[in-house]
């Protein structure tokens, strides 16, 4: 699956999967989101030039205000209700547009949040969505008493791909890095780009889930993605941290346990970029 088409699929999942996910403790850049609600200037809504996020702010105050129209419409009409004549029928049209402006106000306001949820560029989840959906994760394996791992993940060599080749060939590299992680975990597993050129994914513990098979999957797709008519060779240094229910620590702890192992996995590495590999 494409980028495009896991920015579809994870923004549809977490509409569902954050109704009853409360904001994550750690601070987060999308947390500005919200603030935006309130400064938002309203004769700025039909401008041409919106962002996705602006845009779908400006639809949910527009229906926002069409609503509370509405509800005056209702209290008025309701003053000179009778049982019977045009009244009647003017009350229920107006109920009527009460029913279908609030319907749109809900799916306007449920696509604002799982778009907050989800990074433009790799489709996969954000900062903000993987803390939250990890918090979740933590309390499920507590109760079934069930091991989770925990990977962090970096591209090599970004700053080289960024000056020799520009910033969209970085992008790109973040979106292959992005296709490789969500080829080899499972949908189950929440995979997130936390910022830069990191990404963690939590993956629930199984038989047929090791570490180590996984990341020999993962080292296949990466090389499957080297093949063809690329510019570099795409690597990425990968680190990873077990949690124990038995012997249970925090994600802030296991994310710096997985970020350590990452570190190291780096420093063992090349420290110039290997061009002569390159295709």
């Known amino acids: 699956m494409g980028s495009a088409g896991r920015f579809a699929k994870n923004r549809a ?15 987060t850049p999308n947390r500005g989101l919200s603030r935006k609600l309130i400064p938002i200037d309203r004769s700025r809504h039909n401008s041409a030039a919106k962002s996705p996020e602006e845009g779908l ?14 509800l005056d419409e209702v209290g008025e009409v309701s003053m000179t ?27 306007l306001g449920r696509e604002l ?4 949820l989800v990074d433009d560029l790799t489709g996969l989840y954000n900062r903000r969505a993987f803390f939250a959906l990890a918090a979740q994760q933590f309390k499920v394996a507590m109760r079934k008493n069930q091991g989770l791992w925990l990977f962090f993940a970096d591209v090599d060599y970004m700053k080289e791909i960024n000056d020799t080749y520009g910033h969209q060939a970085g992008d790109l590299a973040l979106v292959r890095a992005a296709d490789a992680l969500e080829q080899t975990f499972r949908d189950s597993d929440i995979c997130a780009r936390l ?6 994914v939590l993956a629930l ?15 296949k797709k990466l090389k499957g993605s080297n093949t063809g008519k690329v510019l570099y060779e795409l690597s990425l240094s990968i680190g990873a941290a077990r949690f124990d229910p038995k012997k249970p620590v925090t994600l802030e702890q296991l994310l710096t346990q997985a970020d350590q192992s990452m570190y190291r996995q780096k ?12 295709h």
Request: net charge negative; proline share 4%.
């Open 13 to 27: 999942e977490a509409s569902h999967k954050f109704e009853m996910v409360a904001p994550p403790i750690l601070h």
């Open 57 to 70: 702010l400006s639809a949910l105050l527009a229906q926002e205000d069409e609503l509370s129209n509405i």
């Open 81 to 107: 209700f009778r049982s019977d004549g045009p009244q009647t029928e003017a009350l229920s049209k107006t109920l009527q547009r009460a029913v279908s402006c609030a319907v749109k106000q809900s799916l």
């Open 113 to 116: 949040q799982s778009l907050a």
């Open 195 to 200: 910022g830069g050129d990191e990404f963690a």
């Open 205 to 219: 513990e199984a038989s047929s889930q090791h570490k180590n098979t996984i990341l020999r999957r993962l080292e």
């Open 267 to 278: 420093k063992d590495r090349s420290r110039y970029w290997p061009v002569a590999s390159m």
